[in-house]
């Protein structure tokens, strides 16, 4: 599942996390530090609505967690030094970090003189207002 392992968690010196899940529309205060929120029914029988056990990432190291957002805004501090050691957690990010890397791709493609254009119309869908 991509979690660090023992030592890993060791030699961290700052947590980055880059998001968190929201709560639903009109339950804000069932936001978590976690991938997703997620819902089981209860039922009778033993051991049902326990789901996939467990939470996801969370914020395991909370005295060592820092979230972008307060970064961002001067409300947190980042590292100290070039020494220290900052783990990336993804946290709900779903996939936007690989935004960048396209684009730096296309560019350098560009650049290169490599690929072609495609035509908008190939992309763009016309039966719909």
């Known amino acids: 599942m991509g ?8 030699r961290v010196d700052l947590w980055l996390r880059l998001g968190s899940s929201p709560g639903p529309v009109g339950v804000p205060e069932w936001a978590v530090h976690d991938e997703s929120v997620t819902y089981a029914a209860k039922g009778a ?4 609505g326990a ?17 972008l957002e ?16 900052t783990y990336s957690e ?3 990010v779903q996939g936007a970090q690989f935004f960048a ?4 791709a296309y560019e350098a493609a560009r650049a290169a003189g490599l690929g072609h254009e495609l035509p908008n119309d190939w992309l763009t869908q016309t039966i719909r207002d």
């Open 3 to 10: 979690r660090p392992d023992a030592e890993t968690f060791t």
């Open 45 to 48: 029988g033993p051991g049902e």
């Open 51 to 67: 789901g996939r056990g467990g939470r996801s990432h969370g914020v395991d190291r909370a005295g060592k967690t820092v979230f």
């Open 70 to 85: 307060a970064l961002l805004a001067g409300r947190a501090q980042g590292r100290t030094s070039p020494e220290q050691i």
């Open 90 to 92: 993804r946290g709900n």
């Open 101 to 104: 890397v396209a684009g730096a």
